[in-house]
């Protein structure tokens, strides 16, 4: 796996790009039949879904198989790497390459800190309001509403969420305060138009106890390499015509016409930037069987008693 960090305009850290070539088909793997979705985990079926006829939304039922492919995390981690959210994705990174249950495939993928999820607040409400209402609720069953929520800010528990009384929150509850939480892993799923929790239940529950924002890396595909390779060459020819319509105008207008580096040069940044780092289409594999096994999978789930081995972090 090859990884890239990514920077802002003023070379902050934003991301770490990931360019994978050993694997074809995840662990953690999406399925499609007709207007049907399946997620399996090692073929285990974590999420059935139902998109709704009229795009209106997505139906879903989750089985509470899911397991985090995170190992879990020790607080002597998280005041190593506090405040590191770098570091912490060169480790999700290591981690999500080699776990069986990850969802990374071959192609281009990013790890990133910018998210809707974190500007979109604005201090109109409190943090605990905010993330609250963003957390979609369905266990058993449950509804993610297009119509309301239009714009992939909302999170996908993938496992019940657990409550300010457990024993894993209230761990993570000091670390919250100390400021040495480790982040929240998101993977955004445009299927479902949202990003489901890879990592993190546990402290994404501690920090809405604190009332505080959470550490988030996100997790999406990125255009592969032929497409930035083909984007970059089409943002350059269009920078270097930008600068010949200035040329021109100088040539009519003399000097005082500005060179159009000033101009040109940012949306050359910005373009390249965007090629490295836009979101794609999650991947997913037709179902084999289609329809007629999606439905027989749904019936052997709600036929099944639930596991209830709750103890790994995720």
Known sequence: MRRTDITGDDGTWTGLSLEVQTCRQPGLCLFSAEQRLLLTQQQRPVLLATVDKHLYGVEF??????????????????RALAGNLDRWAY??????????????????????RESPLLRWNHGRRSQAEYWNSMLIEGHPDGYIDWFIHSCSWEIFPLRPMPDAADSRVKAYRKQARDGTLPPVLL????????????????RLAAALAESIAPPLLQLHRTAPSDDVAAGTQQAVHLYEAELARFAELRTAHGSSVPDGAAVAGPALARRIHELHTGQQPTWAWPLPGGEVQWHRIAGEVTASP?????????
């Not at 039922?61 to 985090?68: H, L």
């Not at 999700?92 to 790890?111: I, K, M, N, T, Y």
């Not at 993977?187 to 546990?202: E, F, M, N, P, Q």
């Open 187 to 202: 993977w955004w799923v445009s299927g479902l138009d949202c990003h489901l929790i890879l990592d993190g239940h546990a």
């Open 61 to 78: 039922w989750p089985t509470d198989a899911y397991r985090s492919p995170i190992p879990p995390l020790r607080a002597e981690t998280g």
């Open 306 to 314: 639930q596991p209830d081995d709750v103890n790994d972090e995720c």
């Open 91 to 112: 480790r999700f990174a290591q981690h999500l390459l080699e776990s069986p249950g990850s969802p990374v495939h071959d192609g281009r993928w990013l790890l990133s």
